[in-house]
């Protein structure tokens, strides 16, 4: 299997953008390539991959409701995320493993004093979780997973049976042995507290995790899952605009050195993504 590239790349390109908006807003392509003054068939070379000049770039993200600023930084490379900070962060460990030809995140958050840990969602690895976790001397009691796709959950048997962990998923997408958690819900870790936030729109119940009480944080994290990632967001399997809302008016509200935590590609920040976001 192919290992995992470090840093983690961004989960989306350009084009992928391009097209989630095209497939979220149901805007034709018929009608997008006039307001973006091109042809119909040059319009399928750039969903192709061809890059075109930023002024059709600009036009295009405009015909799509897409912020062009952003949009023309990932087309032309500009995005370059900062890294994880584990000094910053203590207690956090983004985790990352293959499924299938992709690559998911899971993240272990602990207690730094009592060492209680939570696993946010599961990714494939179950022996790099367990690494983690004997390394550092923590103690796996909680599963809070984001949503209940495959990617997300895909080691959930074997978690329960090397850690019988309380799990939390959300009430509209239980899990096996889960407790459903939606908007407002609270879970307290040790000194950590998890409040609820439900994004539903990428799946039918989506919810994201926002984490406080680690003296020393500058700010809280958010597991978001699959409602954004570092340059986009999940794919509007339920509602594009719901999932655009969410990620707007809940994500992007929360304190601007906020930690997000995404399913795919790397971890960001609220400033940041205010900044670089073509969904914000
Ligand atoms: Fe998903």
């Known amino acids: 299997m192919a290992a995992i590239p470090s840093p983690i790349p961004l989960e989306d390109s350009w084009t992928d953008v391009l097209q989630k908006a095209l497939n979220g807003t149901g805007i034709d392509d018929k009608n997008l390539a006039p307001s973006a003054n091109i042809t119909?068939?040059?319009?399928?070379s750039i969903l192709a991959g061809e890059i075109p000049s930023e002024d059709?770039?600009?036009r295009l993200a405009i015909g799509l409701g897409l912020r062009p600023a952003p949009f023309l930084d990932l087309a032309f490379q500009r995005y370059k995320p900062a890294l994880f900070d584990a000094g910053t962060w203590t207690g956090v460990q983004p985790i990352a493993s293959r499924y299938m030809d992709a690559i998911v995140n899971c993240y272990l958050i602990w207690d730094v004093k009592t060492r209680e840990a939570i696993l946010c969602d599961t990714g494939t690895d179950l022996s790099a979780v367990r690494q983690e976790i004997?390394?550092?001397g923590l103690k796996l009691t909680t599963l809070c997973i984001t949503h209940a796709h495959g990617d997300h959950v895909a080691i959930l048997q074997e978690l329960k049976l090397a850690y019988s962990p309380k799990i939390y998923a959300p009430k509209e997408e239980p899990v096996d042995g889960s407790s459903g958690v939606g908007e407002g819900d609270e879970i307290q870790i040790g000194s950590l507290r998890a409040?609820?936030?439900l994004t539903d729109g990428h799946s039918a119940g989506h919810v994201t995790y926002l984490f406080t009480g680690q003296s020393g944080w500058p700010a809280p994290?958010?597991?978001v899952g699959d409602v954004l990632f570092a340059g986009s967001m999940g794919a509007g399997n339920v509602s594009y605009?719901?999932?655009r809302d969410h990620l707007q008016s809940k994500i992007l509200t929360l304190p601007p050195k906020t930690l997000l935590c995404p399913g795919h590609g790397p971890t960001s920040t609220v400033e940041q993504e205010e900044k670089q976001n073509p969904f914000g």
Do not use: D, G
Request: net charge positive; aromatic share 0%; proline share 10%.
């Open 195 to 197: 409040r609820v936030l």
């Open 221 to 223: 994290v958010a597991v």
């Open 56 to 58: 059709t770039l600009r």
């Open 40 to 44: 119909p068939a040059k319009l399928k």
């Open 134 to 136: 004997e390394t550092r």
């Open 241 to 243: 605009p719901r999932l």
